[in-house]
């Protein structure tokens, strides 16, 4: 089961099929795909097939995904995945609509996110993949303290082509809860 998770703007809970109409709304702007591995939701059972795959995610045990809410709306999701308990160690990955950019608050649900993973989860080490020319998901992780750890090159094969992606790691002693969030409990 996927715990909620609470910062002082969002409010990290599982995904449920009512929540389709706004995922669609970020998963239909080409915009907020270009960067991600799923495809460009064409219509709302796209977004609804990408719910019933999450939900069966979580229930194996393959993944965490949280909806990120914010006032009660739909803002993105952010997920821990590839859990690999022998070496302590998951990869986080998110998403944010467009009208909730540069508001901080993929920052705070990043937070919010590692937290419960170093602290609840006991992992050693978290990982993210993003593409070089992403450069403000690349700033988002620089930020929370994540440090570049290499290009892999033709690393990934999404929407027909071979991606490059930077691999940047945190480990558990480099990161520094934010006492707003109540995080380090």
């Known amino acids: 089961?996927?715990?909620?998770?609470?910062?002082?703007?969002?409010?990290?809970?599982?995904?449920?099929?009512?929540?389709?109409?706004?995922?669609?709304a970020y998963g239909s702007d080409p915009e907020v795909a270009r960067h991600v591995s799923w495809p460009l939701h064409q219509r709302i059972d796209d977004s609804l097939s990408f719910l019933a795959a999450s939900a069966e995610r979580v229930?194996?045990?393959?993944?965490?995904?949280?909806?990120?809410d914010v006032r009660g709306q739909v803002a993105g999701s952010i997920g821990l995945f590839d859990h690999q308990p022998t070496h302590?160690?998951?990869?986080?990955?998110?998403?944010?609509?467009?009208?909730?950019?540069?508001?901080?608050?993929?920052?705070?649900?990043?937070?919010?996110?590692?937290?419960?993973a170093f602290c609840d989860l006991a992992l050693r080490k978290v990982v993210a993949?993003?593409?070089?020319e992403n450069s403000a998901s690349r700033a988002l992780l620089a930020r929370a303290g994540f440090r570049e750890e290499g290009l892999l090159r033709q690393h990934l094969f999404f929407k027909g082509e071979w991606w490059d992606v930077v691999s940047l790691g945190l480990l558990v002693g480099e990161f520094r809860p934010d006492p707003a969030s109540g995080g380090g409990q």
């Not at 089961?1 to 669609?24: I, K, S």
């Not at 993949?129 to 070089?132: L, T």
């Open 88 to 116: 302590e160690r998951a990869e986080v990955g998110y998403v944010l609509g467009r009208r909730y950019w540069r508001q901080g608050l993929g920052s705070e649900a990043l937070r919010v996110v590692l937290d419960h």
């Open 1 to 24: 089961m996927v715990p909620v998770l609470r910062g002082p703007r969002v409010h990290l809970r599982p995904f449920t099929l009512d929540d389709a109409p706004g995922v669609y």
């Open 59 to 68: 229930a194996s045990g393959a993944c965490h995904d949280w909806c990120i």
């Open 129 to 132: 993949h993003v593409r070089p």
